[in-house]
């Protein structure tokens, strides 16, 4: 059975966390709401500039390109750096952009079963197995909304999601 993964932004945590998944074997479905992969670097002021030296804001295994020359980038180059991450390690077919997540919520599990995952102790089986993730997602495009399961199970997860940190999650999206 194909294991999917949800990824909400294809800024770079989301390129991360889709880069990661896909080395454990599981399927990553990173929705951006944006058009294109860069999260904040998308939407910044032209004249913003990186606030560190570029060698703490290099992704391990990808070096900046030589031709930037600046310790402190620009946005457009900052922009480049991250979306040529996302076009070198492939992970630009994952991403579902002008997709808006407009909520989650996992069904399935009896309301004490819920419950009871908030104390759960990290035995190596956080969720039972009948259930599974909805996201609902708006394409910003067309306006279309559709509910797309993401997932069906979470393996070796250190504690599963608080549901008040969720439902508190979903509400920040809109303010």
């Known amino acids: ?48 500039k990186l606030q560190t030296p570029k060698s703490y804001f290099q992704f391990s295994d990808f070096p900046w390109r030589s031709s930037v020359k600046e310790d402190t980038p620009d946005h457009s180059q900052v922009l480049d750096y991250v979306q040529s991450y ?15 997540v407009m909520g989650i919520e996992f069904e399935g599990a009896a309301d004490e079963e819920l419950q009871a995952w908030e104390l759960w102790g990290g035995n190596g089986e956080p969720f039972g ?20 399961a993401c997932w069906d199970k979470v393996h070796r997860c250190p504690k599963p999601p608080s549901y008040a940190f969720m439902s508190h999650f979903v509400h920040k999206l809109f303010f």
């Open 129 to 148: 197995p009948e259930g599974k993730w909805r996201i609902t997602v708006e394409n910003t495009q067309t306006l279309s909304t559709k509910v797309c």
């Open 1 to 48: 059975m194909e294991k999917k993964v949800g990824i909400i932004g294809a800024g770079i945590s989301g390129l991360l966390a889709c880069k990661y998944t896909l080395s454990k074997g599981y399927t990553p479905v990173v929705f951006e709401s944006q058009g294109g992969a860069g999260g904040v670097w998308i939407n910044t002021f032209q004249t913003t």
């Open 86 to 100: 996302a076009r070198h390690f492939n992970l630009v077919r994952h991403i579902k952009f002008n997709s808006r």
